[in-house]
């Protein structure tokens, strides 16, 4: 009787050492771009954006690289159309080296 009950006591403490270990995904590179190309746009054009579009990653260089995005935006008049935002960085500072926008209907 004694051995059932170490052994329970022994099984349950085990069981409870075991704790699920939940891990945050990490966020892709892109992310920190992303941020940045919605809030310069929101600024820019004062429109809601609608739907985001990470077109990809450029290594210029090694010291320059760059980030491509599409967001589609509608304006307060329901008019909605697309805005390319292309953001140039030093790759080892982060430090931006210039934003583009070039607006397109599809």
């Not at 009787?1 to 085990?14: A, D, K, N, S």
Request: proline content about 2%.
């Amino acid at each position: 009787m004694f051995r059932q009950i170490i052994y329970i006591i022994t099984l349950v403490c085990t069981l409870l050492s075991f704790t699920p270990t939940i891990y945050a995904a990490d966020q892709p590179l892109y992310a920190k771009w992303g941020k940045i190309a919605m809030n310069e746009t929101k600024n820019k054009y004062h429109a809601a954006i609608v739907d985001y579009l990470h077109m990809g990653r450029t290594q210029i260089n090694e010291n320059i690289t760059e980030e491509k995005f599409k967001l589609w935006l509608r304006k307060a008049n329901q008019q909605e159309f697309g805005v390319y935002i292309t953001i140039r960085f030093d790759t080892h500072t982060e430090q931006i080296l210039f934003i583009h926008f070039e607006e397109t209907a599809h």
